[in-house]
């Protein structure tokens, strides 16, 4: 069904390219955040911002549901005739994530396509690096339209160049635009003092953020939490709070719970950078996360019960994992509590990190990408 919905996309695609491009126009792909708090985010308010002559489309998350009820089914027709129409007729359009019906597109050589993608780096393999089958080959053919890969330093250029299957010279180690933030003590603190205006309870908690990545076989089920929150939770004292924060193809899935005064559900809270740097500690385990929380110069744990399985039987890595993340790695509740009750933490090791995938061009990475993508105008 999926295959058949792309292709009829793109065959409204193909009829709209009679249209004149309009070279004004710009249309944001953004099926992976919700919200304007990650790349296409910041890309968008600079643009404004700076009041650039420009016109604003988008294809978001929740334009890709289908159904007959009638909001569903307006968002439907609206998708297949106007959407697409907005897609032939951009003269630049950027996403952050792989847009399959692209697989069965080709843009007029004037167009600009910009991959942000959403994460900062690479930990475990993802796109062609491990995606096989009739998945692998959309995606590959999606991709070959990227003029742009925007990527967050030459240290990963060689896996987003593989994970993407593009060419080395459409890959751009300039900063990826969200990553600002944290050069922006203003906007630090408004997200600071936003985040303890919706939780002002926990103002003075330690908080421990456990942000999992999704594994392949939990998009369409429940994730399988494997953490002993009660033990974890009783060992602590009651100034520690444990923030949970669900991958975004997972967090539709919400964890229930009975520890409401030590345990937050915070999956659905926009701003993911404000709970970073709300966060005394982050525990995660093969996310990309890393490369934003490193900028704090925290503490990181990796919880990673089922690194033999992940490697061996599912995705893999980039590094040899454990000699390549920037803290201790435990297996266990067990062992996590040890290390958050010993307080051992090497922040050499983090700063060590930071300072070998940091972009070598420092702050203003959103700037240096319009002047990349948006120099003639």
Same mark, same amino acid.
């Given at each position: ?19 004149p ?103 475990k ?17 999606a ?14 250029v ?13 890959? #751009?180690?300039?900063? $990826? %635009?969200r ?10 603190? @408004?997200? !600071? +003092? =936003? ?36 033990k ?14 669900l ?27 404000g ?45 040899? #994992?454990?000699?390549? $993340? %920037?803290?201790p790695?435990?297996?266990n ?5 040890? @290390?958050? !009750? +010993? =307080? ?23 700037k ?6 948006f120099?003639?105008?």
């Amino acid at each position: 069904m999926k295959s058949l919905m792309y292709r009829i996309f793109a065959f409204l695609f193909w009829i709209y390219r009679v249209f004149p491009l309009n070279r004004k126009k710009v249309l944001f792909i953004m099926t992976h955040d919700f919200h304007l708090e990650g790349n296409i985010g910041y890309v968008y308010n600079e643009l404004v911002k700076k009041d650039y002559p420009l016109k604003y489309y988008w294809i978001c998350k929740n334009d890709l549901g289908m159904g007959v009820a009638p909001r569903k089914l307006l968002k439907t027709i609206s998708l297949f005739l106007v959407k697409s129409y907005h897609m032939a007729t951009a003269n630049y359009i950027f996403l952050d994530n792989v847009f399959l019906p692209m697989a069965y597109m080709k843009f007029n050589a004037k167009v600009k396509v910009i991959q942000l993608w959403h994460g900062s780096g690479a930990v475990k393999k993802f796109g062609q690096d491990c995606n096989t089958g009739r998945l692998a080959r959309l995606e590959y053919s999606a991709n070959q339209s990227y003029t742009h890969v925007i990527v967050s330093s030459i240290r990963v250029v060689d896996q987003h160049v593989t994970a993407f299957g593009v060419n080395r010279e459409n890959v #751009y180690p300039i900063g $990826v %635009p969200r990553v600002d933030f944290f050069y922006e003590s203003s906007t630090q603190s @408004e997200s !600071l +003092n =936003e985040f303890y205006t919706n939780y002002p309870e926990l103002k003075n908690k330690k908080k421990i953020l456990y942000a999992p990545t999704f594994r392949d076989d939990e998009i369409n089920t429940p994730p399988s939490i494997e953490m002993n929150f009660e033990k974890l939770i009783e060992s602590l004292d009651e100034s520690y709070i444990i923030l949970l924060r669900l991958h975004p193809h997972i967090r539709k899935h919400s964890y229930k719970h009975n520890y409401s005064n030590r345990l937050y559900d915070v999956s659905e809270y926009y701003n993911l950078n404000g709970l970073l740097l709300a966060s005394d500690i982050l525990v995660t385990d093969y996310s990309s996360i890393i490369f934003d929380y490193m900028y704090l110069e925290r503490p990181m744990i990796f919880y990673a019960y089922d690194l033999k399985s992940f490697k061996d039987n599912s995705r893999g890595f980039y590094f040899d #994992y454990e000699t390549f $993340v %920037p803290g201790p790695v435990v297996k266990n509740t067990d062992q996590l509590i040890n @290390e958050i !009750l +010993n =307080e051992t933490f090497n922040l050499d090791m983090v700063r060590e990190f930071k300072n070998t995938y940091i972009n070598e061009n420092g702050a203003h990475a959103t700037k240096r990408l319009i002047n990349l993508v948006f120099s003639k105008l």
